[in-house]
């Protein structure tokens, strides 16, 4: 893969893993906040939905304002397994490593 490809897949996923991350957390601060933690908790989800269209957009082509094909949808793809691979594996990791703590 050419750096210019690796460089448009790392883009594209931090920007799809940022958007839902920012999402997930306006959702959990504007269900379980009070007050004023749950305006900042719509905002949140406000700029997570915003970042994803962008995404959405930028990935796919979608014809809104004007087509950019930075990231091809292919190579989001890739990008994606390999991002849901690697926390898998952490996953599994982190739990091997916490059984053996816990038994020892």
Do not use: H
């Not at 210019?4 to 839902?20: E, N, R, T």
């Amino acid at each position: 893969m050419a750096l210019p490809d690796a460089l448009a897949v790392f883009s594209g996923v931090l920007v799809l893993a940022f958007g839902l991350t920012i999402l997930f957390s306006g959702l959990f601060t504007s269900y379980f906040g009070a007050g004023k933690s749950r305006k900042i908790g719509l905002g949140l989800v406000i700029v997570g939905l915003l970042t994803l269209f962008a995404w959405t957009t930028i990935t796919f082509g979608i014809n809104v304002f004007t087509t950019v094909n930075a990231w091809d949808a292919e190579q989001m793809g890739v990008g994606v397994a390999a991002v849901v691979a690697g926390a898998l594996g952490g996953v599994v990791a982190l739990g091997l490593f916490l059984v053996a703590i816990m038994r020892a």
